[in-house]
């Protein structure tokens, strides 16, 4: 085969680059020794720069990317209480370690310090119970006690510490950086199985869920892998291999992929190296695990080769409705109606086709409740904070 | 030396430029010229080269190839040079614009030629040079953001012929796959840029890479791809020691596979006390932590100190330190890099707050109480705040142990510190506070709620014992130093034992005022923050409307994985808590060993395998209530 090789090659282009070189040359003594220390410098330097960029890739900044948007004040007012506590407003009013550490990561989002004090001071007074640091996970304001269960929810835990990261950067805040690493290290250390069939391991909670508590354990949850977290849980606990962790749960995420349409279900039992749905939970993908696209996008995995057929099995890409969907039929229960959850797929279309933020989804629908707010406006920060080209409607 | 041969050649070929007319060249590779960016990789181009074969123009051919070849001993002229055809001439000012990374504009004014001349068509060539340049750029520009998913990603669509010459795209993707963990393939990249790079310092640059980016074992598969001198030195023997960096850190990561000889620690000294940078020494300190030779970690980390080394290094040291047993210093180092990162406040606090929680604590100089103090608020500990309120309860100071304890009560509410809060309380006769406390958790702390029944009525401590027997100390600036010494032993009288006692009425409860309905919601807050942080300041603005008082319940429901209630043993029961459990753990959280093959696990001597498995019978159908999320449409 012939090959055509057309080609052009501007003098200027020569030019430019002969002046680059030219500046190069200039760097770079007459003097061999000086030549070689120049190079020797270079060298450490090209070392250091390497070895100080060790740590985990960078992530595009959430504090303030919902700063003066209406859509905080109206979430604000219509979720989270004076005192800081979050109201899952679906579920009898209660509060849990997940909806705080969404409201402490919102209030960073909006450079809501007020907010951010008051929600930190609700949880730690409130929940931080357990004789170590992790943090109890479900709370109910009409009874006695308030705290239902003393076991944590590795989730809640994960949220509230990269938000207190978030926040120590955002206000140069000590204290919450002492906060978040004491919580880290204690994720990483009571809640990360080391070694695995399927690598490092996520526990969802501190009972309960072992391969000593459960006949099919270990099991785990694959919408409690949050993966823009784990970019960032690195400044508060750089000894744990948090780009590992996320590596493993990614393939672990499209390995337990079952029935017909080739879904995750959410409590994914891993004994003897075969995940499989876990016994005395739904085997449906819904929504709990119609966060894992959404953690997905906002971490930037986007690419086909890693988020692959998730976004079209999950109708994230628009290709059918969300739902809450039995996974062995493949059939939806239940529509995922409810509008916040298409804030998800508007992040796809942001994220993949650079479409714009939809006008519809800069407010919460009047009737609203708490979690697919949650879900938007957290999906909205991810579009503003990484794609911000996809402008707001 | 490289650059000069490299920058008069480049003047050569400029001065052929110029005198030769409307010339144009081939580009098989895209190296556009960056400004500043000392890394740049002098991949061979080999478009003057290419564009002279398709001209037929055998001396100009002869020209270039041997130019090339001075410049680059290993290169090889490509084998369909002689194929080359030149494109259409009426591509020439397309081509330019590409040369120049002007792709918007190429592609607006290919779309206009189009529209203009619609039998024409852009050469397959052009339009597949100008995708991998875009994907380039993208890979690039993702490389910069961070976005190390998409580089990964992208890489797949690379023309893998044209690039892999290109060292700077190259190392580039490789560390796209390294940030997420895929080491195999960034091992076959970076391996792959080394074979196509012929440039010394460029190698040296991507071995560099190739240990900070990969697990120490894969990157030294690298070394074997070394050209050799005359004498079998290596081009890497130069970076000898920054590899012996690398090995340690592995080390240090508990990388497999890797480990120091003894000479190569003993280089690693040598380097460690001449180098002026901290780092080696630092490295070493950590490593003699690791093999737990303390006095030669000390050392290194005061050298490390003395090099410039920071806040890492102190934290350190402190540890060296705690090892010898030398709290105070430890403490003092600690306090002194508190600000920098949040591990050594951490340290800070947690070595005196043992000594400050004895029963009968040891004295501590008003100072080192103070500066601990300061410490505890700024960073709001709630470990250092119950320690200091502990501290002071055990000193008999009441009233500060109950300002202590509140806070610690804020920001730290284990089950201790509440009882701590609750016996400070107490003892200022703070009746209905005390009471409220003590109502609050129930079904959650059985220390605290043992403080409202008979049989726990709480043994003469030290400071009632000094208060009886001794006169009170000279108050004043002596006073946080009183000493407190242990009752002397009286004559030996026996006292009623306390045992099962029942009260007439059959109701375990001295108090009066349990069960009492009480809100369960924690109301104490201290923040050091300024204005605008006041709880309750905005009455309803902008906050959701708590519901108004209700009664809450004076039984208290089962929490799961609470133990049982001391009036559990008298019949008093409570209600199902969530998932209807009933029946209390055996074991309290810090009694529970984390799960085999945690970290905690490895370090700790609890191990699970040896505990006894006790778990109530309903735990196996643990079904998370938080499936229970039910989002009907609510009947509007």
Known sequence: MIKRIACAFLLSAIASMALANEALANEAPANEAHANEALANKRVKVAAAAESSRAAPATPKLAGVLVQNPIWKSYRSRFVTESGRVVDTANAQISHSEGQGYGMLLAVAAMDRDAFERIWGWTRANLMVRDDQLVAWAWDPATRPGVADLNNATDGDILIAWALVEAAEAWKDRAYAVAARRIAVEVGRKLIILQSDEGMLLLPGASGYSAEDRSDGPVVNLSYYIFPAFQRLHLAAPEFNWAKLSQDGLKLINRARFGKVALPVEWTALRGGQPAAAAGFPAVFGYNAIRIPLYMIWAGIVGENVIGTLVGASGVDGSRPLSVVDVASGRPVEALSSPGYSAISALHDCAVKGKRWPAALNDIAPSEHYYPATLQLLALSASISRWNSCGRG | ???????????????????????????????????????????????????????????????????????????????????????????????????????????????????????????????EKIKQKRLRDEILKGSKAGNWYEVSSLSGRLNARASAQDTELMWTVAEGFARIGQFDQAGVLLASALEGATDGPVRTAVVLRAFALLPFVDAEKLLSQAQRGPNGESEFDAIADDISRARISAILRDEGGVSLTPEQH???????????????????????????????????????????????????????????????????????????????????????????????????????LTRYAKETVETQSGEGAQGLAWYSYNSCQYDKALEWFERAVAWHPKETTVYGYALALRRLKRAREFIEVVNRYDGVFPMVVGLVMEEQQTKPGPCDAAQSQQPIRATGKNANQREVRAPEPTRSIPRPEFGNAVSASGNPFVRPGFPASVNPANPLRFSSRGAGVAAGSVAGAGWRAERPNVKWPLVARRVRGAIAMPYERFGYSLLPGIDGVDQPETRTVAEIPAALGTLWSRNSKINAANVTTNTPANSANLTSPRLMRSYNTPAR
């Open chain 2, 266 to 368: 003993a280089r690693l000294g040598v380097l460690g006390r001449e180098s002026k940078e901290p780092t080696y020494s630092e490295l070493l300190g950590w490593y003699a932590l690791k093999t737990e030779t303390t006095d030669e970690a000390f050392d290194w980390f005061k050298l490390s100190i003395s090099r410039g080394g920071e806040a890492m290094v102190a934290h350190g040291l402190a540890q060296s330190l705690l090892r010898r047993g030398q709290l105070v210093e430890a403490e003092d180092v600690a306090h002194a890099w508190r600000n920098p990162i949040a591990n050594n406040s951490i340290f800070f606090t947690d070595i005196l707050e043992t000594k400050l929680t004895l029963e009968i604590p040891p004295e501590i100089p008003g100072e080192r």
């Open chain 2, 1 to 127: 030396m490289w650059t000069r041969m490299k920058t008069l050649a480049m003047s050569v070929v400029t001065i052929a430029i110029a005198l030769a007319p409307g010339v144009v060249f081939c580009q098989v590779t895209v190296v556009p010229p960056v400004k500043g960016n000392s890394q740049s990789t002098g991949a061979v181009d080999e478009s003057a080269l290419r564009y002279y074969a398709a001209k037929k123009d055998a001396a100009r051919v002869e020209l270039e190839t041997r130019r090339l070849k001075r410049l680059n001993p290993r290169w090889q002229p490509p084998v369909d040079l002689g194929s080359a055809e030149i494109g259409g001439g009426d591509e020439d000012d397309l081509w330019d614009l590409f040369a120049a990374d002007r792709l918007d504009e190429l592609q607006a004014t290919i779309a206009a030629r189009v529209a203009a001349q619609p039998s024409w068509k852009p050469s397959r060539d052009l339009i």
